[in-house]
């Protein structure tokens, strides 16, 4: 930086270095912009080595970010934060297109946001700040907390925010008695994409008491309690006709036939290398290599639908000899837990052709 700005008589650039460009200074290129979290440089375009130009961002480039969107007082209010991923507090999904500005500045245009959100991910009071906002006639005086360390900023915009799309609660009052626990107990208690009838009629049992601080943690915590008895299941069953060898990285290819189905009920344990009644911790996963079944998929979903995991680990057969099998069958558990609505877990079973070379 300092070599690109000191002259060869080695006096320092003159102060015009640092203004922008004014009308009459038509090169475009003249100055070059590098942005991290952490700071700014400005520095003339001719110093730039190559290998910093092959990171440049093109105008149109679309940019990956995650937020939280919030309401207050008429204003829609963004918390952006660099991320690979949503988080709990920067739970929606933001993709943006860059575009230029006064002929040196390149940044996310206004115009440009994609703003998508994992449910699972919401608390109660974010799912309904983001309800509020769809509901209402659209939001244009905004609030922007970018990332890194520039300040908050608040504006208008032409075009109101009419917010982002989120399920339709089944019940209003009981998720909105849920956020008055919540804050009763400044707890942040998860959206719950099911809930079961215990949990309802606990619900109907205490939405008439006087809610004091000390009744919402009674309250929040026999809810816990019936989630620690209650699991859920969401079960993928895929056809693919084709060996597991096959199908492996190759993102592109879709199944001959895919089912869902969503139980609910007990939950999910099985017996794994002689423990019996066992479960993984939340986000675990465990993988079954495909074996040999005598199941169709119809005959698979009949038995999950009838029996729950049982209906599952019944699928294969190990011991089944190859040349009486008519498919492959391979499980995969992903283990979560979302308190205090119990245990929600992923089930994906694959229907393979026999693997090749045995």
């Known amino acids: 930086m300092y070599e690109s700005t000191t002259s060869s008589t080695g006096e320092g650039t003159p102060p015009e ?3 922008h460009p004014d009308e009459q ?4 290129d003249e100055y070059y912009l590098i942005q991290n979290p952490d700071s700014t ?6 110093a730039v080595p190559d290998t910093i130009r092959e990171f440049e961002l093109e105008d149109g480039a679309t940019v990956e970010l995650v937020c939280s969107v919030s309401h207050s007082s008429g ?3 963004f918390d952006f934060a660099l991320a690979a991923e949503p988080t709990e507090d920067h739970p929606i999904r933001v993709t943006g297109e860059l575009e230029t500005i006064d ?3 390149r940044e996310l245009g206004t115009g440009h ?3 998508s959100v994992e449910p699972e991910l919401l608390s109660v009071g974010q799912y309904l700040d983001l309800l509020e906002i769809r509901e209402s006639d659209g939001f244009t005086e905004i609030e922007v907390d970018p990332p890194g360390p520039d300040n908050v900023e608040t504006g208008t915009v032409d075009t109101p925010f009419e917010g982002i799309q989120v399920p339709e609660p089944t019940d209003r009052e009981f998720i909105e008695y849920i956020h008055r626990i919540e804050k009763a107990t400044q707890t942040r208690i998860p959206f719950p994409p099911l809930y079961t009838d215990e949990h309802y ?3 109907e049992e205490y939405q008439d008491v006087n809610l004091d601080r000390n009744t919402a943690e009674e309250f929040l915590a026999e809810l816990h309690g019936i989630g620690e008895e209650t699991g859920h299941m969401q079960v993928v069953v895929r056809n693919w006709a084709a060996p597991l060898q096959n199908i492996r990285g190759n993102a592109n290819r879709d199944p001959e036939q895919e089912e869902r189905l969503l139980l609910s009920g007990a939950r999910l344990e099985l017996d794994v290398d002689g423990v019996e009644q066992r479960r993984g911790d939340d986000g675990e996963t465990w ?3 495909p074996a040999p079944s005598t199941f169709t998929v119809d005959e698979a979903i009949e038995a999950i639908e009838s029996d729950g995991i049982d209906g599952v680990t019944e699928l294969r057969d190990p011991e089944l000899d190859s040349s009486e099998a008519s498919s492959w069958i391979g499980v995969k558990i992903q283990f979560g837990e979302r308190e205090p609505w119990g245990a929600f877990d992923g089930i994906n079973v694959g229907f393979f052709t026999e693997p090749q070379n045995g």
């Open 113 to 115: 946001f994609h703003f």
């Open 41 to 46: 440089v400005i520095i003339p375009s001719d």
């Open 75 to 77: 204003t829609v209010k």
């Open 103 to 105: 002929r040196v500045f």
């Open 25 to 28: 200074r038509s090169n475009d």
């Open 201 to 203: 009629h606990l619900y």
């Open 287 to 289: 993988e079954f290599a």
């Open 17 to 19: 270095f640092y203004k």
